[in-house]
């Protein structure tokens, strides 16, 4: 496929970038090579291949869950800008009406 100047200077508008003349021939060139690439990949066979959400098997590496002494209230409220003495007050930023 093959993109026009005018095709990738709207791109380029849509995504809010800033393009030169000098610069749009360029991508021109780049993003039809790109598509072009692309078209090739949707010509494998992939019948047999099942979806995935990633190339690779991705495991989460985690600590573990231990129940370790928390910080006294007095202790956290201490390094509070404000507080009542039992919890952080902090300015209102949803309006009750």
Do not use: C, W
């Not at 692309?38 to 047999?48: K, S």
């Not at 098997?57 to 002494?69: A, G, T």
């Not at 007095?74 to 930023?93: K, M, Q, T």
Request: charged share 25%; net charge negative; glycine share 2%.
């Amino acid at each position: 496929m093959e993109l026009s100047r005018d095709v990738v200077r709207k791109v380029a508008d849509l995504a809010r970038l800033k393009v030169s003349e000098d610069e749009l021939d360029s991508l021109v060139t780049d993003l039809s090579a790109m598509i072009g690439y692309v078209q090739v990949l949707n010509e494998v066979d992939t019948t047999d291949v099942a979806p995935m959400v990633h190339a690779v098997e991705l495991h989460n590496v985690l600590r573990s869950d231990s129940i370790v002494e928390s910080l006294p209230r007095a202790e956290a409220l201490s390094n509070a800008p404000r507080s009542d003495g039992s919890y952080f007050l902090v300015p209102a930023i949803i309006d009750s009406e």
